[in-house]
């Protein structure tokens, strides 16, 4: 073989490593029925890193009457197609809808593998999501997560929603009805979260973390009101936006763990402390918590936004 063959060959095992399967998802997440047609993928419970290649959220799948839903594909298009690709082990009805739960990166990135599939898709979010995306705030994502995953999602694409939904509706899919409530700020300003009405299963999107800690909370308050909402509908089997999907002592878990960093930053902020004094205090105090993911890098964070709530409770 002469050297040009040598060439010509490594070339095209390149270039099929690169497009032809490399980057796909590598782990095998299995797909866990939780009730006659909701399914979910257990994303890897941390932070993003090289090692999970983006992927960390809990992406969901409803079987219906009339094609399947997808509920948050998670974080790139390798991790929407994998979703797809797990969403034929259980049916062979295409996909009609995908639905975001709000518009950080890690839940919806994963639009661009439904969309490969399905052309015609119809995505869903709250419109403030919506508006969020379409000024740019999804290139931002992109960027964010390629920097911290060693470019693991390269070669996503924006692909924002094209439909909105609110407080109050409700999707009719024959044998299956998703209830949308939405509350305003809580983990984020966009928030919704579904209820499978005949199943009884509801998805809190990232209004529930099951030891898991993130700094993107807009409203502490916020979110523990959402959180009521969730407990007091006809639900029994709820689902986070990261961590393990159970009952009700997940949220009153997550719940317990608000209350307590509201209730220690109010405190310091009464002894006339300011957030970044108190911080070394919070975290000795919390320490029950310490082996939750994210708990070190973003607790700092999550001090501040409470911090202006309790100032503001003041006044």
Known sequence: ??????????????????????????????????????????????????????????????????????????????????????????????????????????????????????????????????????TNGGEMWIKAINQRSNNAIEGTQVVAPNKTVNEG????????????????????????????????????????RVENISPFMASLNGNLAALDIGEKTGANIFVPGHGKSGDKRLINTYRKFLQSLKAEVKNNFESGLNDFEMKPKIIKAMNGYKDWSGLDENIGRLINLVYLEVEEESF
């Open 1 to 134: 073989m002469n050297a040009k063959s040598t060439i010509l060959i490594s070339a095209v095992v390149l270039s099929f490593s690169v497009h032809g399967g490399e980057r796909d998802i590598q782990h095998n997440y299995p797909l866990e029925k939780l009730s006659a047609n909701v399914y979910v993928i257990h994303g890897p419970n941390e932070e993003v890193t090289e090692q999970n290649q983006g992927f960390r959220n809990n992406p969901v799948v409803i079987t219906t009457e009339k094609g399947a839903i997808i509920v948050d594909p998670g974080s790139s298009v390798y991790t929407g197609e994998m979703v797809v690709r797990k969403l034929k082990e259980v049916s062979e009805k295409p996909v009609i809808a995908v639905i975001n739960s709000h518009g950080h990166g890690d839940h919806w990135l994963g639009n661009h593998g439904v969309k490969k599939h399905f052309p015609d898709v119809s995505i869903y979010s709250h419109p403030l999501m919506k508006k969020s995306i379409e």
């Open 169 to 208: 509706d409700e999707m009719d899919f024959g044998n299956i009805t998703l209830r949308v409530y939405y509350k305003g700020k809580a983990h984020s300003d966009g928030d919704i979260m579904l209820e499978v009405v005949q199943e009884k299963v509801f998805l809190f999107g990232d209004v529930l």
